[in-house]
């Protein structure tokens, strides 16, 4: 089993979600990050005091899939989520151990 | 001018009372009625002269109350939601009801201490200073008219109206301290503030027996129509104190204190706009065409300004903010408010185009060139603007427009410096002068006292935490807590 981890633009979440759904990834989960790679944010003025905003909202992506799921998924993440320009975002695969439902005590593969 | 024209109203009312009377007179069942009526006419028209005058007085007092009432009932606006909104939305989220409290409290405590002994102090008989305790408890404040305030609405109307600028004054001052000062040191501060300061500059300016009053004989006639010295120029000065006298809030400037809504900014600035019409028209105190000058001088301004402020920073910094809009509209109120009733609208433009950058300029350059953390602008914005309307009231105050300086035998003589009264301009600056002074000394001493007495400021521990939780063990939004 694999986590992926996917960092994306706020705007790609709808156009990622149709994306993973196509392929067959039955869930995942979403939270609302803010953060910066080498995007370096950008510089807000009010009344004459500037601020510079680094840490911009972005979406992320939590999926735990079997592993023949993985490439296809980075690949339709990839593709959903591209712009091409610097702020695109960044995906993390890990390693994952067990996976438990809590519902029925289901293990491993069979509870994703 | 104005005999002429009441003996006009009488003849038209004259016709439209005989009127009804032709009418009638076309239906044969009356026609008999109406001829002993005719019979006894020729001792009629004294009677009936004088019942159509006390009809023509009290239908204007009518008209001139409800203006009046209406008025009153704008400026209140100003405070809540106006100044609340606009405050509120740029202090950050964790001080939001803090900050909207204290604009709220003055709403429901100087109205308090205004009934107790406010407008004895402010508009009593006393002497150049201050009034005195004549009519504390409002003795002898009724329905009658005071003819040396406002000859057509009852006294009571002129009181309440009073009020409100009584109300919004100290509010403005809150801006300063935002996110720092205790609630309740807050409350005596102001409270005393208002006693010690507002209501003696109040007196001084428009009271009568008044220093400063131009139309009822003071010693240096200062012109200032709804107070841009007695309220802005007061109030931002004080605020200058404050921050001074507090110091800066804690991380300041290192740390992310953006406004966090100028949405609620922008619809309180929008309120404050729209309220002023009631805070400079209402100072007519009466609803004729110098309400309607003073209207049209105050959007006047407030649109110059906004263009102004914004010019200036989409030239400086690329692009103009709505903040800074807003912030230009306010400025330009502010700066209008001395002038209006006293200028014509394209002097109200001038006025507007001047104020808009030249506070920009206080507000981005100034403060941060001192480094002070005037939180909210206050003196940048009503301090500067009061100020310079103040000085520049003096200058275009125009005697077409309000014939406030006659001679012995009533005729209008010149206003401002370019009529010619370059005198003015002196009356002006000792006004502010008197302001500056008062202000700044009374509110150090005030805040002395109350240091000395509660503590001013909050813990530290507190501030991070937020004046909402800590002051009021509330908070302003909690949709991101799970229901």
């Known amino acids: 089993m694999t986590k992926v981890e996917a960092v994306i633009q706020t705007s790609k979440l709808d156009a990622v979600k149709d994306e993973l759904h196509k392929i067959g990834v039955e869930g995942m989960t979403v939270l609302e990050a803010r953060g910066h790679g080498r995007q370096k944010g950008h510089t807000e003025i009010y009344r004459g005091r500037e601020y510079t905003v680094d840490l911009i909202p972005k979406i992320k992506l939590e999926l735990v ?41 289901e293990r491993g593969e069979s509870a994703l | 001018m104005r005999r002429n024209l009441i003996h006009y109203v009488v003849v038209l009312c004259l016709v439209c009372c005989c ?16 001829v ?20 023509v007085a009290e239908a204007k007092s009518s008209a001139d109350n409800a203006w009046m009432l209406i008025s009153a009932a704008l400026v209140l606006l100003m405070t809540g939601p106006g100044l609340a909104l606009f ?120 009271g009568k027996g008044g220093l400063l009053n131009a139309s009822l004989g003071g010693r240096f006639p200062t012109l200032d129509f709804a107070g841009g010295i007695v309220v802005h120029a007061t109030s931002g000065v004080s605020a200058l104190v404050c921050t001074l006298y507090l110091g800066k809030r804690l991380g300041y400037p290192k740390e992310d204190m953006r406004p966090h809504s100028v949405v609620l ?48 920073e989409w030239i400086r910094n690329g692009k103009p903010s709505a903040l800074g809009a807003i912030s230009g509209s306010v400025a330009g109120l502010a700066t209008i408010t001395p002038a209006a009733g006293f200028v014509t609208p394209m002097s109200a433009l001038a006025i507007g185009l001047i104020a808009g950058p030249f506070c920009f300029w206080m507000v981005t350059k100034v403060k941060l060139r001192f480094g002070y953390d005037d939180s909210l602008d206050v003196f940048g914005v009503h301090g500067v603007g009061g100020t310079i309307g103040a000085i520049l ?74 004046l909402d939780f800590s002051q009021h063990g509330e908070e302003g939004y909690y949709w991101e807590t799970p229901a």
């Open chain 1, 65 to 105: 899939l079997t592993d023949e799921m993985v490439e296809k998924t980075v690949q339709a993440i990839m593709m959903a989520a591209r712009t091409g320009k610097i702020g695109d975002g960044k995906i993390f695969l890990t390693k994952v151990d067990d996976a438990i439902r809590i519902r029925n005590d």
């Open chain 2, 19 to 34: 009127f009804p009377l032709g009418v009638y007179a076309q239906s044969p069942g009356t026609a008999s009625r109406l």
């Open chain 2, 36 to 55: 002993p009526a005719m019979v006894i006419a020729p001792e009629l028209p004294a009677q009936r002269l004088a019942a159509v005058e006390q009809q």
């Open chain 2, 87 to 206: 405050y509120g939305g740029l202090v950050r989220k964790k001080n939001v009801l803090g900050t909207m409290m204290q604009s709220f409290a003055m709403m429901a405590v100087i109205t308090v201490v205004w009934a107790v002994v406010g407008f004895s102090l402010a508009f009593g008989p006393g002497n150049g200073f201050i009034g005195g305790f004549h009519n504390i408890f409002l003795r002898g404040v009724g329905l009658q008219p005071d003819a040396d305030y406002a000859a057509t609405i009852p006294l009571e109307t002129f009181m309440v109206y009073q009020l409100m600028f009584a109300i919004i004054t100290p509010a403005l001052i809150t801006g300063a301290f935002a996110e720092r000062m205790k609630f309740s040191a807050m409350l005596v501060f102001l409270t005393l503030w208002s006693l010690c300061v507002y209501f003696p500059m109040a007196h001084m300016v428009w």
């Open chain 2, 265 to 312: 900014s922008f619809m309180g600035a929008c309120l404050l706009w729209v309220g002023w019409f009631g805070f400079n028209a209402g100072s007519a105190l009466a609803a004729g065409g110098l309400a309607t000058s003073a209207f049209v001088a105050t959007h006047f301004a407030a649109a110059a300004a906004a263009v102004g402020w914004s010019g200036a």
């Open chain 2, 393 to 466: 009231t003096g200058i275009f105050a125009s005697s077409v427009i309000n014939p406030i300086f006659k001679n012995a035998k009533g005729a209008a003589l010149p206003s401002g410096v370019l009529e010619g009264n370059s005198h003015q301009l002196l009356n002006q600056l000792v006004g502010v002068a008197i302001a500056w002074v008062l202000a700044a000394v009374g509110t150090l001493v005030i805040l002395k006292v109350v240091d000395i007495v509660i503590g001013l400021r909050v813990s530290t521990e507190h501030e991070t935490q937020g």
